[in-house]
């Protein structure tokens, strides 16, 4: 939400800079079968936003002249995207790990009743949000019946191989707090969704993914309605660390919007803040073959606490172990 971003971009947050890149995130698109409340993307199924094929090719030719070994895919549904199997077989082939940001009911809808296998077929990772293993908590953040759907769809994952040791078809959870509050320990949380989803539901997984809600779009303008936005950003600010700056995300990341814009990460993709490479307002992926971006400023705001607040919050989870 742009509203927010006059709150955000004056602010003292230390300054930062770019190590090897090793991830590329892409947004193939912001439509989506749902409207989470915690979306930072805003993303929904009235959205038309999509990623083109000759933005695709661009990517391809990035991947091939750069030192990214990951290929991180997000949305919306990145799977509503007509091209998401023609990016991920071409990456799969420059054997490049393949990163599936799944909604998990994504898997029920039209024209998906092959997605799944088509992941497993690829060796995609799936990264897959459960805000919570409580139903209420789930549906009151995702919509009704998602919990229930949700279930169906891990169930299907799990009997293709995921999260089944020595298969090598990872499914990671991913966890966000219900409101403006920092997300529990990574790891005792992962103790306690290992247990319920066994013992409950008879579901496995690999790994649990704790973020902290970004105080921006969807969410952010729900903080402002609320009168919890400052409150929040002073939670942020209070709970920083400084030995989490090495670790966040964006030092070995950079975000591609679904027209090919290029941005330190998601969040600040959804802020409209580019990343500044030279005078140009905006950079083209096709801008950046043979760029290196090693030790390049990155562009930082105030939301950027949400990522070093506590325990430290990513794309990967947790920084802190």
């Known amino acids: 939400m742009h509203a927010t971003l006059p709150l955000l971009i004056h602010d003292d ?14 947004n193939l698109g912001y439509k989506c079968n749902q409207s989470c409340l915690h979306c930072h993307v805003n993303a929904g199924p009235g959205r038309t936003e999509m990623m083109d094929r000759s933005t695709v090719e661009a990517l391809l030719r990035f991947i091939d002249a750069s030192t990214v070994r990951t290929l991180d895919l997000t949305g919306g549904a990145p799977e509503l995207n007509s091209l998401f199997r023609t990016i991920v077989t071409a990456a799969r082939e420059r054997d490049i790990e393949v990163i599936d940001r799944c909604n998990l009911t994504i898997l ?93 539901y008879g579901i496995i997984f690999n790994h649990l993914l704790t973020l902290a809600n970004m105080p921006i779009q ?46 330190d990460c998601d969040f600040n993709q959804m802020l409209d803040m580019p990343l500044q490479l030279d005078a140009r307002p905006k950079l083209h992926i096709s801008d950046l073959a043979g760029v290196d971006l090693n030790n390049q400023a990155i562009h930082v705001a105030g939301h950027c606490y949400a990522c070093t607040a506590g325990q430290g919050s990513g794309c990967g989870g947790a920084l802190e172990s």
């Not at 947050?13 to 892409?26: C, D, G, N, S, W």
């Open 218 to 263: 969807r969410f952010g303008s729900t903080l402002i309605s609320r009168g919890e936005f400052d409150g929040y950003m002073a939670l942020l600010k209070s709970a920083h660390k400084d030995d989490n700056i090495d670790s966040v995300m964006c030092r070995s990341l950079i975000s591609v919007d679904w027209q090919g814009y290029v941005y």
């Open 108 to 200: 029920f809808e039209p024209g998906q009743e092959e997605t799944a296998e088509f992941l497993a077929e690829n060796n995609v990772r799936v990264v897959a949000s459960l805000p919570c293993y409580i139903k209420d908590n789930v549906d009151r953040q995702r919509g009704d019946g998602t919990f229930e759907t949700s279930l169906k769809a891990l169930r299907l994952l799990n009997s293709l191989g995921y999260g089944k040791p020595g298969s090598g078809l990872l499914l990671d959870l991913v966890f966000n707090p219900q409101g403006p509050v920092l997300p529990p320990s990574q790891e005792a949380l992962k103790l306690d969704y290992k247990r319920h989803l066994a013992e409950q």
């Open 13 to 26: 947050f230390p300054a930062i800079t770019r190590k090897k890149l090793e991830i590329l995130q892409v």
